[in-house]
């Protein structure tokens, strides 16, 4: 065969190829593309309107000038809505047990797209890496050392420091769980038994959590009369550790207490003056939720639920608690026993959902404090409950949301809807802010509430790639209606799922389109840096 006729087959193919490459339709560059939403970039800047264009799991491009429609695989138009950042809660109940909620329904239909597990007194998984590594949740996520979890396992409930050669077994621990992925070291200092560490404990664990450029998380010691007290001692942990400090759940706990946040507050901005790295968070409720041992003197519960008994067992050891819980119970629920509301009453669930005043009644006893404080042991010797404490003034929660540097979180449980009677900040913490505290009352504005809810927390967990609309950045992004968004929760009726967001996207895979759950579950878990 001669080389002409070679040369001319070439062309002819040549011919060809460049032939279909002409008519192919050229490659789109983007996989999503949201037009016309008013952009709420998580900065804190003002909201302006423009195009935003996701590629993969990056958000790479926002144009105010708009991006052509026929740029993007997919086209949402959100003329009228807002695009955020998606929301990072700072701490909810879900170390242990997001895997059987991989969903996530009632925190997604909030706008989150990432739950921070600070551990508090609940376990810590472990080994924390193979937990990390099985998880398929809809959600990103991030998990903390937890103190409580690192001392049971070396001291168990014992009210006393640990030995030198104890201690060096927990900071081994924190040591561990850092290196699987911990973000920094939490504490739940008013629980048993973190509520026995001395304060030179924390600060050795916090150490070890600094050294790997994690945080220090607490819910401080005492929220009431000893609310003072604690954020010193968080400062000093924070100042001894040479670490970042946070404090989850900012409140002012007994009406004696009420306006404290002012004095808090001022030492918050004291400590940053002074060179050290202090934030906070807060739920938008002026109601707690938690078990039943914070009515009781924490010496009371040493060794268990056994050791317990044979205290109560013993008439002068028994006067002794409950003249103890009278003080404590004032402190915690003030004069009134409905202001406790059973969430989970094992001994007798068909007291779910209602008050300890409900219970007295139906006994047959006097509506009086001594009533409830022997009725509440007499629940805490049957297996004790959990329950609602309305407790908290609202100026409070509006001074402590105002601050700077405060954050948003829900310190939720992960539900199955219609299960228990969950306080309703599980279903509609962050939607209240946006209703109420920035729609209604106007204490903050929408771009100062969104940087609460984003970039703040993703600086301060170190997720530098994640919390603002900006190119380059993960594409954790929420559609809402800011008109429309409302928590629907009460705390009579708490199954009420939040409504107004209408598009979630988490590493720019959807997991909600058209305000429907789509059953993705692209969530990843966020380790340090």
Known sequence: MSSDHLSAKARIVLLLVTALATSAPAQQPYDLLLTGGTVVDGSGAPRFTADVAIRGDRIVRVDRAGIPAGDAKTVVNVEGLVVAPGFIDNHAHIATNIHRYPLAENFVRQGITTIIASLHSGDQPWPLDAYMAELEVAPNVGFFAGHSWTRERVLGLANRAPTPEELDRMKALVEQSM????????????????????????????????????????????????????VEETIRIAREAGIPAHI??????????????????????????????????????????????????????????????????????????????????????????????????????KYNGKTLADLVKDRRLPNTIASGIRTVIELQLAGGFSAIYHSMDDEDVKRILAHPLSMIETDGDPVGYGEGYPHPRSYGAFPRVLARYVRELKVITLEEAIKKMTSAPAQRIGQRERGLIREGMYADVVVFDAERIQDLATYTDPHRYSVGVIHLFVNGVPVIRDAALTGERPGRVLKRG
């Open 179 to 230: 290196q699987q992925g911990a973000l920094g070291l939490s504490t739940g200092l008013l629980y048993v038994p973190a509520n026995y560490a001395r304060t030179e404990e924390i600060v050795e664990l916090a150490k070890v959590a600094a050294r790997r450029g994690g945080i220090y998380v607490t819910h401080m010691r005492d929220e009431g009369p000893g609310l003072i007290q604690s």
């Open 248 to 349: 989850n759940h900012h409140k002012a706990v007994g009406a004696a207490q009420f306006g404290w946040s002012r004095r808090t507050l001022a030492m918050i901005d004291s400590a940053r003056a002074a060179g050290l790295d202090v934030t906070h968070d807060l739920y938008p409720y002026t109601a707690s939720s938690t078990g039943s041992s914070i009515l009781f003197p924490q010496w009371s519960l040493e060794g268990g639920r056994e050791a317990f008994a044979r205290r109560m067992a013993d008439p002068a050891t028994r006067a002794r608690v409950e003249t103890e819980m009278r003080t404590i119970f004032r402190e915690r629920a003030g004069e009134s026993l409905a202001s406790i509301q059973f969430r989970v009453l094992r001994s007798d669930p």
